[in-house]
């Protein structure tokens, strides 16, 4: 369930379809700099009521970062 919200806010953020993004693609492919990668996760933060313990980079893949999502939700 968060994998497919996940996959649904980049598209809508960035303006892909969802049948181009797949979860084993790093987030370098549908993010272009750190303004996004700040864009993205202000939203996510937003969506899912958490803050991330740590910092996401744009080498892990969606898949991981739906993980991250998870574990900060307990």
Do not use: H, Q, R
């Amino acid at each position: 369930m968060i994998l497919e919200k996940l996959i649904s806010m980049i598209c809508e953020e960035f303006g892909f379809s969802e049948d181009e993004v797949d979860g084993s693609a790093p987030l370098y492919e549908f993010i272009n700099d750190d303004a996004e990668l700040e864009e993205l996760v202000l939203s996510l933060e937003s969506e899912f009521e958490t803050e991330f313990a740590e910092e996401i980079d744009t080498g892990i893949s969606v898949s991981e970062l739906a993980d991250m999502i998870e574990e900060s939700i307990g």
